[in-house]
Structures are given as structure tokens and as C-alpha cells.
């Protein structure tokens, strides 16, 4: 199925460090979502963007819509042990013919590990 | 407000068998979506309901069904089990007006 191009895969970081990652697409997205996920949890919502150029923070973590609508990134400062998990961006897109109803294309998620 | 709880957390099933998955989305939320969570695959969109309506259905084949009841809470059946289904099945809520949706804690089915 189709997915978001996300990276990096993986991230290997001292605590105390900034990370950021970033998706990008070849389609037009009308909401970008990040999510944090630990193993064998469902995702938990992180940041929700709705317009373009939108930049959001939450403690932390700061996420910007692309202006092109076809890429988001997040940004996490001053990194801790429990940030340590898998971190997913998300799109949903809108149609005229509603067949994104619910939907959201996900990509293949960023492993980051924190180093004490 | 309580969160979206799915049912049961744990499921190990034979080939061949049925299974059905139950989510009980957010107070007020209509809408559930369901996903499917694979190593290979990732997550991957299998349906969505509002006020009892399939309104959108990803790829997959026919065994994947689902219903939703009038309280919203929504649940999924997968028939004639095979190896490859073996997944983490997560539902997700959302309010009617907004695309953010908010996820279970997923059921991890394991098919032998």
C-alpha cells in the first residue's frame, strides 16, 4: 500500500541531544499527524497539523506542516530516556468522492534509541 | 474521558479458524477506523464506520469484515485464518468534524 517516506530509519542519540526527522510525499496531504509508539502499544498522538507552513510545539516537540503540503517534520529537543520508541508520521487526504473517509497513510517510522 | 479500549489484548488462533476483535471507541466519537500493524508491512488501512456505515475500505480481501452498533463501538472479523494474518489490529477514534484520530492499544493476534 502506499506510504509516507519517512526518515531517518533509525537514530542512535546521546541524551541531552535534538533530534528531528521528517516525511515527505509525492501527494498533497490536508493533515499531517505524529505519533509515538512503544512495543506492543498502539500509537499515542503526539502533534496534529492542519494547514500549511503550521508549526506546532508540545513541550518538546515542535512539527511543521510543509507549505508544499507534501511534507511534515518533527523535531524533539533535549532528548531524555523516555522518548526512546518508534515515532510515526501520518497523513490524511481529502476528496471530493470521500474515499480517504477515516484513513490515514502512515510511514514506516523512525526507531530512536537514547543513550544515558 | 476514557480512551479508546479494544478487546481482547491477546488472541492466538489455528489456520482456518474465525476471530472477531471489539473497540470501543472515545465517548462521543462516530467514527472508527481499523489498521492492521505488521513488521513487513506496516500499518496498513483496513476499514472505516460512521453512525453504522462502512464508508471506506482499504485493500484487503473479504475475509477482513466489519460492523458497527448503534453506541459506535465497532468490531472487526477476520474468517478462514491464515499464517500471514498474524498482526497487531488497532482501531482508532475520531470525532466527526476533525481528521485525528486516536488509537487503542491494538489486539495482537497470532495465527499458528
Known amino acids: 500500500g502506499q506510504q509516507l517516506n519517512q526518515s531517518p530509519q533509525s537514530m542512535f542519540i546521546q541524551e541531552g541531544e535534538d533530534v528531528s526527522m521528517n516525511c515527505t510525499s509525492s501527494s498533497i496531504f490536508n493533515t499531517w499527524l505524529w505519533y509515538k509508539q512503544d512495543p506492543g502499544e498502539g500509537p499515542v498522538l503526539l502533534i496534529a497539523?492542519?494547514?500549511?507552513?503550521e508549526l506546532t510545539s508540545n513541550g518538546r516537540l515542535t512539527a511543521q506542516f510543509g507549505i508544499t503540503r507534501k511534507d511534515s517534520f518533527l523535531n524533539i529537543s533535549a532528548s531524555i530516556p523516555s522518548d526512546v520508541g518508534i515515532y510515526f508520521c501520518?497523513?490524511?487526504?481529502?476528496?471530493?468522492?470521500?474515499?480517504?473517509?477515516?484513513?490515514?497513510?502512515f510511514g514506516q517510522g523512525t526507531i530512536l534509541t537514547v543513550h544515558p | 474521558k476514557a480512551g479508546v479500549t479494544q478487546t481482547p489484548r491477546y488472541l492466538i488462533k489455528t489456520r482456518g479458524q474465525q476471530v472477531t476483535l471489539s473497540c470501543s471507541p472515545i465517548?462521543?466519537?462516530?467514527?472508527v477506523s481499523w489498521y492492521q500493524q505488521t513488521p513487513g508491512q506496516g500499518l496498513q488501512f483496513l476499514f472505516e464506520y460512521f453512525s453504522e456505515t462502512q464508508r471506506n475500505k482499504g485493500n484487503f480481501p473479504g475475509r477482513f469484515s466489519g460492523r458497527q452498533f448503534s453506541n459506535s463501538r465497532s468490531e472487526m472479523n477476520v474468517s478462514t485464518l491464515e499464517l500471514g494474518d498474524s498482526a497487531l489490529y488497532l482501531c482508532a477514534s475520531r470525532a466527526g468534524y476533525t481528521d485525528t484520530q486516536y488509537f487503542g492499544p491494538g489486539t495482537r493476534l497470532t495465527v499458528l
Open positions: 501520518a497523513g490524511q487526504r481529502n476528496n471530493a468522492g470521500g474515499t480517504s473517509y477515516g484513513k490515514l497513510t
Open positions: 465517548s462521543g466519537h462516530r467514527s
Open positions: 497539523l492542519y494547514k500549511a507552513g
